[in-house]
DNA sequence: TAACATGTTTCTATTAATAGAAACAAAATA
DNA sequence: TATTTTGTTTCTATTAATAGAAACATGTTA
């Protein structure tokens, strides 16, 4: 996993959200950036209360992917879940 | 593009690289944990001066893809290409 | 308890991503 | 200039990811 602590370390030299939104511009793909995007508003909606069906039809996902990213809410442990919050 | 900024402003706010690794962690899916590592260190190796054809075969890649992740090395304004020199 | 809504998992056909090869372009070198 | 190396693009067969459906599990409510 060394490449991504590499990576890691190189964001948090950044200054501001524009210049990391540029950085991961740069790294990912377009379709990455696009399942990425898909992946957050189905973590938003799941921190919202929404029924995984409903996230399924709204974002046009399927239910095992709304439930993959279910896991994640899970663990509240999880730094995601602590900033879905404020978002 | 929104989400990814959300995403961007969230980063900006974990205060240690440590953090940020977990975060994209919990994030991302293994597969794209797996792909972003190989571009990474594509990136590298083309900062480096190494051909793409050493790099197709070291990292057992294709070499569309080592060109895909030499245009934004031969982009001068792209934050990576500032930041792969320290690495 | 029965009926219903929701979460989760599994399966398969479909779609998207990729490797590998090949061809051509551009650059370097002799 | 001719030759070689390297970069880039295109093509197709192969592989991996996904949706959608279905089935089952787990609540939840009347």
Redo the contacts between chains.
């Keep these: 996993?060394k490449?991504?602590?590499?990576?890691?370390?190189?964001?948090?030299?950044?200054k501001?959200?524009?210049?990391?939104?540029?950085?991961?511009?740069?790294?990912?793909t377009d379709s990455?950036?696009i399942?990425?995007?898909?992946?957050?508003?189905i973590l938003k909606m799941l921190s919202c209360g929404s029924t995984q069906r409903e996230i399924s039809s709204e974002l046009k996902v399927s239910l095992c992917k709304v439930t993959r990213g279910a896991k994640?809410i899970k663990?509240k442990n999880?730094?995601?879940t602590k900033?879905l919050k404020g978002?």
């Design positions: 996993m490449n991504l602590e590499e990576i890691s370390e190189i964001i948090t030299k950044l501001s959200k524009e210049e990391v939104c540029s950085f991961l511009l740069e790294l990912l990455e950036v399942d990425i995007s898909k992946r957050w508003r994640i663990d999880a730094i995601i900033y978002v």
